[in-house]
């Protein structure tokens, strides 16, 4: 589903036009659509019906607690990666029960915190955490539920910094070491063994590579097997792309359905980790051009959106497609949309075909996921605000933030 469509001459998300939203609280401002979210979610959660499993949302996506309780209500799992996350899910009304902890660092406490909350699974990377966890789980005596994070060697066909499973990835334990491992992990007095888990990328279009790690993860898991090491879940990760431009990614229904078919007659819950394809197409950054700057060289937008406020452009050269709100006749020019940031990457898009006037609102789609949350304060900017549409209404889930708050934990020398 698309929230955010054109009706008479304007953008809006779901009933809401956007101008209404910028009058309101300002720009630049995340605008996420509840129906898109939901959609998001249940393509996922419908797809894995009548089979044992759990769909745990990647909240390293979208962290927002008013996204995070839309999923907790629908049911969702979580996958966690720092003990931050796990109070933003708990806060949020989702249930431990039902999250997993992923991630190559995670520290004693984050390791007693989850412990203590009750999660479902620790996604372990290393021979090393696996010890750290095991001590953690014989001081509380108790008892931790693992799965290893199997790093399978396969190419995500990815933008480098966002592939995961190739030999020379920081993460995971590779598929050759794997088993003697698990051998180790299973002789290990407070830890379960109750899973295998992997993510190989993000931004994936093919099924290939998913499914090339899933037969590399099963032959594993018959090995095991014969070790007497019961699986009793598969975990795939997340990963699957979504369309920005032209890209023609797989939906989750064709992907779990794949899956479901590889694994069919064996006796093993299926989680997944989406992030992106829950929830990059149910937001957009909404922005004002502050000035148009016409140079020998270039046409620039300046807008109030900047780097800080969405950083995929300059870090991965992501191209978001950016939408008039209330497209208007005039002269179309080419131009470079940047921030006010004092740094040449700080653009969010170069070389798009708009008819652009001081003022104008503009849209940058498909910032829903690894938007908000990978914003910063350079240059002493506030982040944004937060808005969650619900049909005809708009909340603000998140204030923006004020530039007292920016300095309020730093302090002066006594003299
Ligand atoms: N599980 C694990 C262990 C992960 O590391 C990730 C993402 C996910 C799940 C969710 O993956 P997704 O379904 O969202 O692809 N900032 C980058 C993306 C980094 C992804 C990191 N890991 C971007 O803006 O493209």
Same mark, same amino acid.
């Given at each position: ?22 009058? /309101? ?7 996420? %659509? ?51 996350? +796990?109070? /933003? ?46 001590? =953690? ?9 693992? %799965? ?25 334990? %590779? ?16 830890? #379960?063994?109750?899973g295998v888990d ?16 899933l037969?590399?993860l099963l032959?594993?898991i ?9 699986i /009793?879940h598969l975990d795939l990760?997340?990963?699957?792309? =979504? ?5 023609? &990614?797989?939906? &989750? ?10 694994i069919?007659?064996?006796?093993l819950e299926l989680l ?39 950083? /995929? &452009? ?12 209330? &497209? ?22 170069? #070389?798009?075909?708009? =008819? ?47 530039? #007292?708050? +920016?300095?309020?934990?730093? %302090?002066?020398?006594?003299?």
């Amino acid at each position: 589903m698309d929230a955010f469509t054109y009706r008479d001459g304007e953008l809006f998300a779901e009933g809401v036009a956007l101008s209404d939203i910028a009058a /309101r609280f300002g720009t630049p401002t995340y605008v996420y %659509s509840r129906a898109a979210i939901e959609a998001g979610y249940k393509a996922y959660a419908d797809a894995l019906a009548g089979h044992a499993g759990m769909v745990c949302y990647a909240v390293k996506a979208n962290s927002n607690l008013g996204v995070l309780n839309l999923l907790a209500r629908l049911g969702a799992g979580f996958d966690i990666v720092s003990s931050g996350e +796990l109070e /933003r899910v708990l806060a949020a009304g989702g249930d431990a029960s039902r999250i997993v902890f992923s991630g190559v660092g995670k520290s004693r406490d984050d390791m007693r915190r989850a412990l203590e909350a009750g999660v479902h699974c620790f996604n372990v990377e290393s021979r090393n955490e696996l010890e750290r966890l095991q001590n =953690v789980a014989a001081a509380m005596e108790t008892k931790a539920p693992v %799965s290893l994070r199997v790093n399978p060697d396969v190419d995500a066909g990815t933008h480098p910094y966002i592939a995961t499973g190739l030999k020379e990835n920081k993460f995971g334990i %590779s598929i050759d070491e794997a088993e003697a491992v698990y051998v180790q992990a299973a002789s290990l007095p407070n830890l #379960e063994v109750i899973g295998v888990d992997c993510h190989i990328g993000s931004q994936l279009t093919s099924l290939e590579p998913f499914l090339d790690a899933l037969d590399r993860l099963l032959a594993l898991i018959d090995r095991l097997n014969e070790r007497g090491i019961k699986i /009793r879940h598969l975990d795939l990760g997340g990963g699957l792309g =979504v369309r920005y431009r032209d890209e023609q &990614p797989p939906l &989750p229904g064709e992907y779990i359905q794949a899956v479901r078919r590889r694994i069919d007659g064996r006796n093993l819950e299926l989680l997944f980790e989406p992030g992106r394809s829950i929830v990059a197409n149910a937001g957009v950054l909404l922005t004002q051009v502050e000035y148009l700057k016409h140079t020998e060289q270039k046409d620039f937008a300046v807008i109030d959106a900047a780097m800080n406020d969405l950083i /995929r &452009p300059a870090l991965y050269e992501a191209w978001m497609d950016v939408v008039p709100v209330q &497209p208007h006749s005039g002269a179309e020019r080419t131009y470079d949309l940047v921030g006010p940031i004092c740094e040449t990457g700080d653009f969010l898009a170069r #070389e798009r075909n708009l =008819v652009l006037a001081e003022g104008d609102l503009l849209a940058i789609r498909s910032a829903g996921a690894y938007g908000f949350v990978m914003s910063s304060n350079y240059n002493t900017r506030g982040r944004a605000a937060e808005v969650l549409v619900d049909g005809e209404q708009a909340f603000e889930v998140r204030r923006r933030e004020t530039i #007292e708050d +920016l300095y309020a934990g730093e %302090s002066l020398l006594p003299q």
